[in-house]
């Protein structure tokens, strides 16, 4: 806010201020503490940052994306303080060819070599120069942007832009391009205030000289279209204009082309206007644009990395949680299907041992050849085995593998709103396919289940899950079925040996005696096949457990690491409530209001839109009935009684504009704002999320 500008209610009487509040208190220099703030404030932030960074590089591929590492080399906040009384540095923004150059040599009087020809992306450097009216104002001019294959003009300018005390915008009167829009949305959003020059772009040739100089208002006229285009590109970020001058740039640059300046043609091209409006902002605010261009190289790189982490946080708790639910819900169906492959595999034994039962009633020779054919069923008992519980098992990994791939695609597409978290991306990595680690019986001494593990992994490679994640199942299924098949061949021919071969006379008895001695074997049998089933799948359920553990304990690592980043956010946040406290007091004493600084219990500032102060109550008063002019639209309010909190909101907002408003409804929680007053949306919202920041309450403003 400009002199131009101050509420009309400070015009009343302003030599009334020391009658009613009393004289000012002593004045209070507002540097060295505003630099002491500053130099805090950097040190957090790189103090914050670097935690923030190494937490993320310890998470390894989980904390990938969500922090870019940040520029801790800036000089600090007290360096580029030291001359205070340097010029104040105003930056010439706007399209290629809007006609920047020119105007830089209209307002210096030099230059004129970096007046284009025509061509777009002519001057391609940052140059500055001393305006000619006054040493005290540093003219910076930049490339254009929204040049075809000139992005890197564009990040010089917007580089220039942010050490900015105010930006001078150069607009053809003719239109306004996209690539001009969204600079200008920037701008506004990195809290600039803004001067709009309105470049008329008419040729000097011919009766165009002739028309400048006798029908001005013909030449600068009919450009309300434009400047509403103008204004509401502005207002989506929340802002509007310092002020808006229409100038011919080239005819002011030609007027001062010769020895003798040509008068006549440089009145005409209304530059003697937009030096006017310079020389005013600078006589107004040069030292709080100064503060305020400080402040803000310290407080965007802080509210940045703040807004980083909590966003940062947010997925890493959403993360957490998802793959908590995913972990949880893929181990109860890994589970299901161990359960019942061990269901199927001991059904098969029984079956195929069952078999074997009335073996006996198809022996005939009673003889020595008994021998042999025990021999024989065994061994085809035990190939059967192997092949139908290698196939169980090989199903198994499978079905562990079809799992994990299920889990994983229908969790991919489980919403973020379940987890409280919107808008952020995606979770990141698939699980990590580590399944299983630990080799399950790895330890056995048998050649036979050396031989099984190896088997299964060649099962598991020709099924290509080798390097997936139910390889080891599958290599455990080769330890199964070897294992068991060394076994079957030792224990069982034992009791073969004792049965047929150590009792005299034996082989003569009848089928029924040796079906009395058969049973118990395949009895004997069954339950050891039955118990290295159950060992087996035991150890792979062991294994599923141990993995659900480790993944529940990456989940505890996520949250703890969004607890520390959230605590940063924190501090970051506290840091800039404090610093715009500072802000405030020091924009006030800069202002030589001294009473009001001290008044300030807490502010909240919004760059570039509007600084609002909870004030005591006669600090209050007093910025109500003479506002000071701090340089952006200092809104006051005071202390509420508990619950009253959202109401508060109508005391601050009728310091946004001169316009009748009245609060609609208000509760503990929200309050609904009424501004009779044609203001773009966007910037009503702007003031709602302000007060919302400042009171902690929901606010929402409606216009009409």
Known sequence: MSKRDVPRRHEWLPTALPVIFGEEPEWTDPWPGLLDALVKLESLTVAVSEGALHRAEAL??????????????????????????????????????????????????????????????????????????????????????????????????????????????????????????????????????????????????????????????????????????????????????LEVVHVHALAAAEALAYDEVDTELHAASRIADLTDALLREHEAHRESRRALRLIDNQRQPAEELARSLQLASATLRARAEHNRGMYNDMHERLRRAVRSTGEAMESDVEAAVGRRRDWHLDAIDFGKSLESDWNDAVEALQDELQKTLEHRLTSLADEIRSTIEATDAEWSNVSLDQFGLRNLPGFGAVWGNRLIRAGVGAGGSLLGFAGGAWLGAQIGGA?????????????????????????????????????????????????DEVAKQVGPILDELTSKYRAAIGDQLNDIRDVLGRELARSHEQSAALELVASEWTKGSENLQASVRELDRQTTSALLRIDRRERLARAVKRATRVPGVCILVEFDDAGFAESWLF???????????????????????????????????????????????????????????????????????RVQIETT
């Open 60 to 241: 390894g591929a989980a904390g990938d994306g969500l922090l870019a590492p940040r520029d801790t080399s800036v000089s600090t906040a007290q360096g580029e303080a030291e001359d205070l009384a340097a010029p104040m540095r105003i930056v010439l923004m706007g399209r290629t060819m809007a006609g920047k150059s020119s105007l830089l040599t209209a307002l210096t009087g030099f230059h004129h070599d970096r007046i284009g020809d025509g061509r777009q992306r002519f001057s391609r450097d940052v140059f500055g120069a001393a305006m000619s009216v006054s040493e005290h104002i540093e003219l910076v001019d930049t490339p254009g942007v929204g040049a075809h294959g000139g992005a890197d003009d564009t990040e010089k300018a917007l580089a220039a832009a942010l050490d900015a005390d105010v930006i001078l915008w150069v607009n053809s009167s003719d239109s306004i391009q996209q690539e001009s829009a969204a600079a200008l949305k920037l701008l506004g959003l990195i809290g600039k205030p803004i001067i709009v020059a309105l470049n008329c772009r008419q040729s000097l040739e011919g009766v165009g000289r002739l028309n400048l100089l006798r029908f001005p208002d013909r030449v600068f006229g009919h450009r309300e279209g434009l400047l509403d285009e103008i204004r509401r590109h502005m207002a989506v970020a929340g802002v509007k204009p």
């Open 463 to 511: 099924l290509g899950l080798a390097a997936g994640p139910a390889a080891i199942v599958t290599a455990g299924a080769g330890f199964v079925i070897g294992g068991i098949a060394g076994l079957a061949a030792g224990r069982i021919k034992s009791l073969v040996d004792h049965i047929f071969l150590g009792k005299d006379g034996v082989l003569q008895k009848r089928r």
């Open 627 to 697: 506002p000071p002019d701090v340089g952006e639209t200092l809104a006051g309010g005071k202390a509420s009684t508990s619950g009253g909190e959202a109401a508060s909101a109508l005391s601050y907002a009728l310091s946004f504009v001169e316009a009748p408003m009245r609060l609609v409804r208000a509760d503990a929680a929200s309050a609904l704002l009424s501004i009779a007053a044609d203001i773009p949306s966007a910037i009503a919202e702007t003031w709602a999320v302000g007060l919302e920041a400042h009171l902690a309450r």
